[in-house]
């Protein structure tokens, strides 16, 4: 879920690693998530299509702003 223009609010279970990466592969940012809600900045990373990966489960996501 996208909140507002500049984080990622991700509701999770248990603690995990996340990953975003854009479309060739490159890792755009990694980081740790807790249990619960989270929110991710990614005010740093450009408009575009990406991977986000969290526990071993893919997501497409757009940043368009």
């Given at each position: 879920d996208?909140?507002?223009?500049n984080e990622i609010r991700l509701r999770l279970e248990k603690e995990a690693e996340m990953t975003i990466y854009?479309?060739?592969?490159?890792?755009?940012?990694?980081?740790?998530?807790?249990?619960?809600?989270n929110m991710i900045d990614i005010s740093n990373i450009s408009n575009g299509t990406y991977i986000i990966?969290?526990?071993?489960k893919f997501n497409r996501i757009v940043i368009n702003r």
């Open positions: 996208t909140s507002g223009n854009d479309l060739m592969g490159k890792v755009v940012l990694k980081t740790s998530v807790e249990s619960g809600d990966a969290v526990d071993g």
